[in-house]
T-cell receptor, first 113, second 112 residues
Framework: AAGVIQSPRHLIKEKRETATLKCYPI?????VYWYQQGPGQDPQFLIS???????DKGSIPDRFSAQQFSDYHSELNMSSLELGDSALYFC????????????FGSGTRLTVV | DAKTTQPPSMDCAEGRAANLPCNHS???????VYWYRQIHSQGPQYIIH???NNETNEMASLIITEDRKSSTLILPHATLRDTAVYYC?????????????FGKGTRLHILP
């Protein structure tokens, strides 16, 4: 079965640079969620989109922005990167049908040097 | 969303049943109990969910107390690959935009 695809898997950026993470949801899933997981931390919700509109917002820094496109894929844009942004970034998608529909990707590991 | 409380860590011998408890004393009538797990640095993986009846699937069983204030996830025959952090989550479902919020899960160590 198709899963949630995230790219790239690994990304190394320097401080103050910009990074773009991509997420391709499971076909027919219309909701995308982004999470950040720092070293030794639990995943923290950043933002979500339903039908290309922002539906909820968590502890996302102002330097970060995201959007969902017409094909339902989503991109997380991060500017003025800081060392503390080094983390695993997970995307999840759902069709709102319950827990088994809420599926996570394998994540993007961002390292800021 | 209702909060959950889980022990920070547990050990279980390989081949034995792993029983992971979760307290959710403030759960509302329309909230479900979900379990996810995260194997090191992988994306969280859905395990099972339930409302008030006990549930079983190919991965695990979920036992919910009659008053719904606590539940237990049971991995019937734990293997080394079950070593992971297990998260008990309470949320309303189905709702299209209802995000999952992770609390402090239980780090399960399966011992050979």
């Amino acid at each position: 079965a198709a899963g949630v695809i995230q790219s790239p898997r690994h990304l190394i950026k320097e401080k103050r640079e910009t990074a773009t993470l991509k997420c391709y949801p499971i076909p027919r899933h219309d909701t995308v969620y982004w999470y950040q997981q720092g070293p030794g931390q639990d995943p923290q919700f950043l933002i979500s989109f339903y039908e290309k509109m922002q539906s909820d917002k968590g502890s996302i820094p102002d330097r970060f922005s995201a959007q969902q496109f017409s094909d339902y894929h989503s991109e997380l844009n991060m500017s003025s990167l800081e060392l503390g942004d080094s983390a695993l970034y997970f995307c999840a998608s759902s069709a709102g049908r319950g827990g088994e529909g809420y599926t996570f990707g394998s994540g993007t590991r961002l390292t800021v040097v | 969303d209702a909060k959950t409380t889980q022990p920070p860590s547990m050990d279980c011998a390989e081949g034995r049943a792993a029983n992971l408890p979760c307290n959710h004393s403030t759960i509302s009538g329309n909230e479900y109990v979900y379990w996810y797990r995260q194997i090191h640095s992988q994306g969280p993986q859905y395990i099972i969910h339930g409302l008030k009846n006990n549930e079983t699937n190919e991965m695990a069983s979920l036992i919910i107390t009659e008053d719904r204030k606590s539940s237990t996830l049971i991995l019937p025959h734990a293997t080394l690959r079950d070593t992971a952090v297990y998260y008990c989550i309470v949320r309303v479902a189905p709702r299209r935009d209802d995000k999952i919020i992770f609390g402090k899960g239980t780090r399960l160590h399966i011992l050979p």
